[in-house]
């Protein structure tokens, strides 16, 4: 089964808040690539191109200008909205790293080829991303990481995993006796 894991758009960031009165836009930096909030930069708002005109950061978060917005008004209608890139525009990544949008929804398997489940959410922690894995026994939790996780076949919606002693049993759910 050959699987689709581009799609059209990628959220980089999301507008939190105006900044000031002149259409300056605080935003939630959602990407592992700041760079792509600078000067001259294109991205999408609900599908419409952009350009970012200014770009500073204060506490962790882009304050950006974008062209054609200008007062608190037009600001305010963007508020919640998802900053987004064109698939086209992303970067090339190292061949044993994926974007968090191409594991999603893959299929997690042991080296012995027992279901684990699919992976329905990643969350970022500062020694290694923990996969959330759905199975027949509700959430599982796996690092990710090169002692866990053996191999990614994107076009087959595969990860391969061999679990650690004990990494599995951690995550079953306890019946009482």
Do not use: C
């Not at 990407?31 to 005109?53: K, N, W, Y």
């Amino acid at each position: 089964m050959k699987r689709n894991t581009e799609p059209e758009y990628i959220t980089i960031g999301t507008i939190v808040s105006p900044w000031g009165l002149q259409g300056y836009i605080k935003v939630n930096v959602e990407t592992d690539f700041p760079q792509r909030f600078s000067a001259s930069s294109q991205v999408f708002i609900d599908s419409q191109s952009m350009i970012i005109d200014e770009v500073t950061w204060h506490k962790g978060k882009a304050i950006i200008k974008l062209q054609g917005v200008d007062t608190e008004e037009e600001v305010d209608r963007l508020i919640g909205r998802v900053i987004e890139i064109h698939h086209s525009q992303l970067f090339s990544l190292e061949n044993d790293e994926y974007f968090h949008f191409q594991l999603i929804g893959l299929e997690v398997i042991t080296g012995e080829g027992v279901v684990i489940g699919k992976i329905k959410e990643i969350l970022s922690m500062a020694s290694a991303d923990v996969y959330v894995i759905t199975g027949k026994d509700g959430d599982i939790l796996i690092p990710a990481t090169d002692e866990v996780i053996k191999s990614v076949d994107l076009d087959n919606g595969v990860m391969v995993i061999e679990p650690m002693d004990g990494l599995l049993d951690l995550n079953e759910k306890k019946t009482k006796k």
